[in-house]
């Protein structure tokens, strides 16, 4: 069986300033891995995925997250963040069958 | 432009009532999905359907019922029997090309029980 463990669920952070949102996974097979952001009241919004290759991915609005194998993580970082920003992320994993595991979330509150 | 829409985004519901929220999509996509989302839970999976007039149940399918009579379409009931249904659902959906790929999701329904 799959998890997923999102270790915050709530990281507030001073505008400008760096953020890594961690993700470790549990998985007996070889994955594939996501992160999603979700504003207020939305649908989820894909940020970046690994799908296999290169272990650092790069995704939309300047977020990054690298594929650690032997750490089981897949965290996601971001060097200077924005007031808008502030939204809910979530990790999930698939092994390429129907179903995905989402993590509970991370709250970043961007702090003026 | 291709996505998926869902309706309506607000929904109110009596004790007893059986309310039926949609999803389509556009994508041409084979797969797709209905969570459940909750604060501090993520998402639960309600149920999925791989292909037209197939489905299966996720982890939290009792009260819920779908069906998947277009590929575009697959509509989620909310029966009486769901004891709490006061909730985010979102619906989502998936291309069946290898290397498996993300869910694209739809803006999600807000369920309330008066």
């Known amino acids: 069986a799959q998890s997923v463990t999102q270790l915050d669920s709530q990281v507030p952070v001073f505008e400008e300033a760096p953020v890594e949102l961690r993700c470790n996974y549990s998985?007996?097979?070889?994955?594939?891995l996501f992160w999603y952001v979700q504003y207020p009241n939305q649908g989820l919004q894909l940020l970046l995925k690994y799908l296999s290759g290169s272990t650092l991915v790069k995704g939309i609005n300047g977020f990054e997250a690298e594929f650690n194998k032997s750490q089981t993580s897949f965290h996601l970082r971001k060097p200077s963040v924005h007031i808008s920003d502030t939204a809910e992320y979530f990790c999930?994993?698939?092994?390429?069958?129907?179903?995905?595991?989402f993590g509970t979330g991370t709250r970043l509150k961007v702090l003026a | 432009d291709g996505g998926i829409t869902q309706s309506p985004k607000y929904l109110f519901r009596k004790e007893g009532q059986n309310v039926t929220l949609s999803c389509e999509q556009n994508l041409n996509h084979d797969a797709m999905y209905w969570y459940r989302q909750d604060p501090g839970q993520g998402l639960r999976l309600i149920y999925y359907?791989?292909?037209?007039?197939?489905?299966q149940k996720g982890d939290i399918a009792e009260g819920y019922s779908v069906s998947r009579e277009k590929k575009e379409s697959f509509p989620l009931t909310v029966t009486s029997a769901q004891k709490n249904p006061t909730a985010f659902y979102l619906c989502?959906?998936?291309?069946?090309?290898?290397?498996?790929?993300?869910?694209?999701f739809g803006p999600g329904t807000r369920l309330t029980v008066l």
């Open positions: 998985s007996s097979v070889s994955v594939y």
């Open positions: 359907s791989q292909i037209v007039n197939d489905f």
């Open positions: 989502a959906s998936r291309s069946d090309r290898i290397p498996y790929n993300e869910q694209f």
């Open positions: 999930a994993v698939t092994s390429g069958t129907y179903k995905y595991i």
